[in-house]
């Protein structure tokens, strides 16, 4: 959207940096997780037919080999490339939904605009300093890196992660804990969220910003309770669960989240 409504030479970047989103989103799954299966869920259709593995890796083929073919001269390579896409995204949909397809359908109608039109970007104004091409690539090179340099759990801690693509590329599952301990009458708890989306059921943000509504509800009430929080998470593939966050008397502190560094109360 930015590029859009602020870039000059829209023909000629805009293009570039939808294969740019695909090319990160393809080095993302350069994981285990992602290359086992393990990272999927849901109903997989026919892919159950097939090996998994081969799925997967043809994933990152598509999306790190086939992008690049979008920017071609050749109208009959970007069509095949185009096609490869439409139909991958087709078949996501029962697997990640209909909102992210759609959007992905909104954005690949630049290439069917321009293969109509026979349109082709003029990729040598690219290299230009003067190009602001330059600079916005990449400074979103370095997004798309900062999370993985610095937070190699962020699929699992969610840090970092706000500012670059947040894509389906690993699995985590969890399990978490609230408990109300009253200076009288022992403690009690509970396990209260089933229904959420499986793609942030285990960001330890969410658990905190529930557990700050939560204390706001006690203090209205002038409940006399301190309240704990636990999570435990692994990625899909592992083994056991690793503590991300155990704090005691959550109310009584402010646990700040700080979206681009460390946060203390998430143990790595």
Known sequence: ????????????????????????????KFNYEWLSGAALYGQLGFLRFFPL??????VVVLEVAFSLLLLSSNNKLRIFALTQFALFHLYSVHIVGLYYPLIMFSVLSVFVMM???NVFPMYKELLSWRSPFVYLAVIFAFVQGYPKIFFPRSAVTGEGRLISLNMFDAQATCHHAFNYEASVGGSTTFQNIREIGVR???DPYLY?????????????????RKLNLFLESRMYS???YQIIIDERDVC??????????RNSWIKE
Do not use: Q, W
């Not at 000059?8 to 970047?13: A, E, L, S």
């Not at 593995?53 to 043809?58: D, G, H, R, S």
């Open 208 to 224: 905190r910003e529930i557990a700050i509504n939560m204390c706001s509800e006690l203090k209205l009430r002038k409940l006399d």
């Open 252 to 261: 009584s502190k402010i646990l700040v989240y700080n979206p681009l560094a």
């Open 53 to 58: 593995e081969l799925a997967t890796a043809y």
């Open 200 to 202: 942030i059921k285990c």
């Open 238 to 240: 592992e083994p056991t």
């Open 115 to 117: 293969i109509r039109h």
């Open 1 to 28: 959207s930015a590029l859009f409504l602020f870039v000059r030479r829209k023909v000629t970047i805009i293009p570039v940096f939808i294969v740019l989103i695909y090319l990160a989103a393809g080095s993302l």
